[in-house]
């Protein structure tokens, strides 16, 4: 039994890693293991320590103690060795808008020393997983955002990397282009058989993953497949809408024995089943209420559970305006 | 999904160890991308002309007509040197002075935009930027500061092929140094508001100093004609002069009265493109520590 699991080695390991700036502690003490093929999604506000962490992982920030693997090779010791092995997509766009998606690749191509016999191939081949073979030809300044990620996903992949590393890639776009960007991903899961590690701060983002891990203020808080970590908030999710939340949740706790939690205003319980639910909460409660709604676990209650905190409340900072402002302008330098 | 994944081909991951290969295909990649750039930019290929036909056309001719007054060229007594053709090798090395430093500050730019990290993460050795950078620089003012010999028939100046054939590398060597101080500088520069100060405290001195709009070899004051030797771009500018010049049919005394003399004696053109390809060496080895540190 104990070989079995032997022969899977883990493709990205880390162990009690810490960062530190100065008297911040960006990072303290996550464990993980990513098996290979796995899209391992890496879940949490901002400044929770996710880029710090893949920053790490891609060896572009030195930890302040811990191990990380990558490929099997230590980050800190080799990090020439694991950049020959990953693919990067970095938050920020990191294309050159006056050269042409195709003369990207080919730069790419040049730096990771792809052998010119099969260079021309594989960025053909790259072009088309990511559906810009058509656009191959014109410079990167005429392209969407959505485009240029797909161009960066195609560049991350080109040197046939072990792992592809992802620092929120659908930062910024719109549901659509993101939903786009995900089966694109998905599709090069499937026809690269490369790992995924991610970062995302959209919740609902983290479905699409086999794994996630859950973090916040530099650490893990939960670890594991989507359905798992839902089935951590029991049943449903009922969101009660009432002129006096205060009222109301000290009457739920009195009453119905039930904790509930007050969120922008409104109130939130779990239950095991919504429908029988609903009737005693009429009944039971005196508070008037003016609307409720009932629906599955999402990750967002799972990171309310967990935390105490919906995810939402830290989610657009100045830097994510910032960052959105240039991904819309920043063609236009 | 294992198995699948562990009998993948993974021959290019065992070329990519290869990490000097690899430092030498990005040399030449990181120089091709400036060159497509450079060629695709055709607005700045205009636009940097216009400054050095200013120079000859308008400050050269209007100078010349006041200081070829009293019978005989720029030069002193007897000369048929006219001022706009004295300048004419400078405002070649003026071009390849500021194509080199903006071509530099290219560097900054990409910082700026993100493009740099694409650089800076793949596994070569940081050594390949500095040097691709600085050659990528070096041939566009190489190119723009060439391009200046068209206007030659304007101002009066005679070339020759093999004129122009010696020029060549003298003009390379000039566009390397000045682009590997460049390089050198904006290795650590983080934003651009750092590229007004580079402009005005380093790129003009240069410039001024260089002697491409006065003879370095007349009475300067001390102070100035110290300072006029410390500037690379100095020993860069008297050497288009000379070769310029020379084929022109401008007699050799007249041109070692103007040019640079270091201690009183003239330098030969190989000492001058040794102090010239010396100073730009150095430059070079600080613009490559300047990329060794992490970001």
Redesign the interface.
């Given at each position: 039994m104990g070989k079995l699991s032997r022969?899977?080695q883990p493709v990205i390991s880390v162990r009690d890693l810490v960062k530190t700036y100065g008297k911040v502690e960006a990072v303290r003490g996550i464990d993980l293991e990513v098996?290979?093929?796995e899209i391992f999604g890496f879940l949490g506000p901002n400044g929770a320590g996710k880029s710090t962490t893949i920053s790490i992982l891609?060896?572009?920030v030195?930890p302040t103690s811990g191990v990380a693997e990558v490929a099997g090779i230590d980050v800190v010791r080799d990090p020439?060795?694991v950049?020959?092995?990953i693919g990067?997509v970095?938050q920020?766009?990191?294309?050159?808008?006056?050269?042409t998606g195709r003369?990207n690749l080919?730069?790419?191509g040049?730096?990771?020393?792809?052998?010119a016999a099969?260079r021309k191939q594989r960025i053909d081949d790259a072009l088309s997983i990511v559906e810009l073979t058509d656009r191959a030809g014109s410079?990167v300044l005429t392209y969407s955002g959505g485009m240029r990620r797909r161009l960066e996903i195609a560049?991350g992949i080109l040197?046939?990397p072990?792992v592809l590393f992802l620092d929120e890639p659908t930062l910024g776009l719109d549901p659509q282009t993101r939903n786009r960007i995900w089966e694109y991903l998905h599709a090069v899961r499937t026809r690269e058989?490369i790992?995924i590690f991610m970062t995302t701060h959209y919740m609902d983002e983290a479905e699409f993953c086999d794994r996630i891990a859950i973090i916040d203020q530099g650490r893990i808080v939960a670890l594991g497949t989507p359905a798992e970590l839902k089935s951590k908030v029991g049943g449903d999710v009922v969101t009660i809408t009432t002129p006096d939340p205060a009222a109301a949740a000290a009457q739920m706790r009195s009453v119905m024995h039930l904790d509930a939690t007050q969120v922008d205003g409104t109130l939130r319980v779990e239950v095991a089943d919504s429908a029988s639910f609903m009737p005693r909460l009429f009944t039971e409660l005196s508070v008037p209420i003016s609307a409720v709604s009932a629906h599955r676990p999402s990750l967002d209650d799972v990171f309310l559970k967990l935390t105490g905190r919906a995810i939402r409340e830290q989610e657009s900072g100045p830097l994510d305006m910032m960052r959105n402002m240039r991904r819309v302008w920043?063609g236009r330098? | 999904m294992a198995e699948q994944v562990l009998s993948t081909p993974s021959l290019p991951r065992a070329q990519a160890a290869n990490v000097r290969g690899a430092t030498l295909r990005a040399v030449y990649m990181i120089w091709k991308r400036d060159l497509i750039r450079y060629v695709r930019d055709r607005m700045r290929l205009v636009a940097s002309l216009a400054q050095p036909v200013l120079f000859l056309v308008v400050f050269g001719s209007g100078l010349s007509s006041a200081l070829s007054g009293a019978g005989g060229g720029f030069g002193g007594p007897g000369s048929t040197l006219k001022y706009v053709q004295f300048i004419f090798p400078g405002i070649i090395g003026m071009s390849v002075l500021f194509t080199s430093i903006f071509g530099a500050m290219s560097i900054v730019w990409d910082r700026e935009f993100g493009f740099l990290k694409e650089v800076l993460v793949a596994p070569i050795h940081r050594s390949a930027v500095a040097v691709g950078k600085t050659l990528g620089g070096a041939t566009q003012a190489m190119i723009q500061g060439l391009v200046i010999l068209v206007l030659a028939p304007i101002v009066g100046v005679k070339l020759t092929v093999v004129g122009v054939i010696e020029l060549i590398p003298l003009v390379f060597i000039f566009a390397f140094t000045v682009s590997a101080l460049g390089v050198a500088i904006a290795a650590r520069m983080r934003t651009m508001q750092g590229f007004q100060v580079v402009m005005n405290f380093l790129m003009m001195p240069m410039f001024f100093l260089a002697g491409a709009l006065f003879p370095l070899g007349g009475n300067l004051p001390a102070w100035l004609s110290v300072l006029t030797r410390f500037d690379p771009a100095s020993y860069g500018i008297d050497a288009l002069r000379r070769t310029v010049l020379s084929a022109a049919g401008v007699p050799a005394n007249l041109l070692d009265r103007l040019g640079l003399t270091v201690f009183g004696q003239t330098l030969s053109l190989w000492t001058e493109e040794a102090v010239l390809l010396a100073f730009g060496l150095v430059m070079l080895a600080l613009a490559v520590h300047g990329f060794r540190q992490r970001d």
């Open positions: 022969v899977t098996g290979p093929g891609c060896t572009l030195r020439s060795a950049r020959a092995r990067l970095f920020d766009p990191s294309l050159d808008g006056q050269l003369e080919e730069f790419h040049y730096l990771y020393g792809l052998p099969t410079t560049r040197h046939y072990q058989h790992t920043g330098r | -």
